[in-house]
């Protein structure tokens, strides 16, 4: 149960732009830290990319689906002195995904390392089952000896990695120095197709598992570790936040546009809001894209922060349907992926900004994997993998985009009855308006290469009392890895020397006196 409390008037004052998961994860912990805390958030909802549609059938998401690292979340709602439980209904799903392909092979991924084995034995043999064994054990070693160093480490160094890795030395073999994730997997299975299943983590962080280090096979032991449906949909989890950090005595402006940070001496003062009012601070702290501060979007004096971002490729987007339809075909998970025969050549594509005409596909049963049977009608996500903002799209990209979408799964003999209507759909422009300066990118700056992990932003900049947190923050994207950027956003908030002492601004904004 959450406790209501009134801020002290007298406690600093941290203005937060973006209620996206990282902005929340910010304002949870500096709220239950006794910070005054304003956030503002540009649309009329909290939750950022963790966002839905309306639908016959209800809110449907268009984001994220499922949570995983649960004690993430957990320790999150612990900073406002509340159990995750007691906000959110979650169903663990043994059941992680079911796989199809052209061949008409079919796999069920679990929540127990030995089914998995048995499964993937069953699928493409006992080999393949050894392999799985291999690879498993291998990518546990990973996640457990890279997230205290890398994820949960605030400000990570390739020299302090260096320093980590000679001091368990077991993990030179695993993590196969200078080599790709598709290099990895082609020597961990023999079957291709297990190969392309394992490969398609690579998008989980907006990039090509030809070009992501293999390190990021770690991605498998955080999903096998579990995988939970938030009952009524994702962003009932955002909202649960936003509800117990205004319960804890902070302040949401939604619909409230941020038109610039504004800085004096080289410190962050407050920000000036559409139409020209402007809220002091004594910290500023922005989920957004860190591109915005490079590229002047919001106002001068900010050059110096993420000036990488302007520079470095943008990661991969999508074309997102959410809808609700009848469906009929093959039984669906939760999760569902729907495999082309080659996945090369749509990597190929997607490097170059191209497209191609059958695309693998995720489909979110969104109904399925829950205690009651799914409904007549039931809502979808569907996500295509898709290059970032090239050039504008015209209104023939919507029946191109239905075409090798919805024709790809009448192939494995799915179907949606109606199909979903333009408003379904959300493009890479259409991220771009969402999320400005994005250029229509859903993961930030490209993971490709294998020092891309230390080239992203991190919560400190070099801008007195502004700090940076979310998905295109290390370590990254994702809804855990943004919730962790919060943490460390917190944190540095929370002891910097001089990041909460009263900036006391003497300027005039907006006709606003700051004295």
Request: proline share 9%; with cysteine; glycine share 10%.
């Amino acid at each position: 149960m959450t406790r209501s409390r009134v801020p002290d008037t007298s406690a600093p004052h941290a203005v937060i732009i973006g209620a996206g998961i990282g902005g929340l994860a910010t304002a949870a912990r500096l709220s239950g830290a006794g910070l005054r805390v304003t956030v503002l958030e540009r649309h009329g909802h909290p939750g950022g990319k963790m966002r839905t549609m309306p639908s016959a059938a209800g809110p449907v998401d268009a984001g994220p689906t499922v949570l995983t690292m649960r004690p993430v979340f957990e320790d999150l709602f612990a900073a406002l002195g509340t159990r995750l439980t007691d906000h959110v209904t979650l169903h663990r799903q043994h059941l992680l995904a079911r796989h199809f392909w052209p061949d008409g092979g079919t796999l069920d991924l679990f929540d127990d390392p030995d089914a998995n084995i048995k499964a993937v034995a069953a699928f493409a043999g006992a080999r393949a089952g050894r392999q799985m064994r291999k690879f498993s054990e291998r990518a546990r070693a990973l996640f457990e000896g890279f997230d205290a160093p890398v994820m949960q480490s605030p400000e990570p160094t390739l020299a302090a990695l260096t320093s980590h890795v000679l001091r368990h030395p077991h993990l030179i073999r695993q993590m196969a120095p200078n080599k790709t994730l598709a290099q990895l997997l082609d020597s961990s299975f023999s079957d291709p197709r297990l190969v392309q299943l394992f490969g398609r983590y690579a998008t989980y962080v907006g990039g090509s598992p030809y070009h992501v280090p293999a390190l990021l096979a770690l991605i498998w032991q955080a999903e096998v570790s579990g995988v939970w449906v938030v009952e009524g949909g994702l962003h009932r989890l955002a909202q649960a936040l936003a509800d117990t950090i205004t319960a804890h005595g902070s302040e949401f402006l939604y619909d409230t546009h941020v038109d610039r940070i504004l800085t004096e001496k080289g410190r962050a003062i407050g920000v000036t809001l559409q139409g020209g009012a402007f809220l002091p601070a004594d910290v500023v702290v922005f989920n957004g894209d860190p591109r915005a501060l490079a590229t002047g979007a919001l106002g001068p004096g900010l050059e110096s922060v993420a000036p990488q971002t302007a520079e470095i490729p943008r990661s991969f987007s999508a074309e997102v349907w959410a809808f609700a339809a009848r469906p009929s075909g093959p039984d669906l998970a939760h999760h569902n992926v729907f495999f082309r025969a080659d996945p090369k050549p749509e990597f190929d594509a997607l490097m170059q900004g191209r497209r191609i005409p059958d695309p693998t596909l995720y489909v979110c049963a969104m109904d399925r994997g829950l205690p009651a049977a799914p409904p007549t009608l039931e809502r979808f996500e569907i996500i295509a993998n898709a290059p970032s903002l090239q050039e504008p799209q015209g209104p023939e990209e919507f029946t191109a985009c239905q075409t090798r979408t919805f024709r790809t799964l009448a192939r494995f003999g799915l179907d949606f009855d109606p199909l979903p209507g333009p408003d379904a759909l959300t493009t890479p422009p259409g991220f771009d308006r969402l999320f400005p300066e994005s250029s229509g990118s859903l993961y930030g700056q490209s993971p490709h290469g294998t020092m891309a992990a230390f080239q992203r932003p991190t919560a400190r900049t070099p801008v007195k009392g502004l700090y940076l947190t979310g998905g295109g923050v290390h370590p990254g994207a994702g809804v855990p890895m943004a919730a962790l950027s919060g943490r460390h956003a917190a944190e540095a908030i929370l002891t910097d020397p001089t990041s909460i002492s009263p900036s006391r601004p003497t300027a005039t904004h907006g006709g606003m006196s700051t004295a």
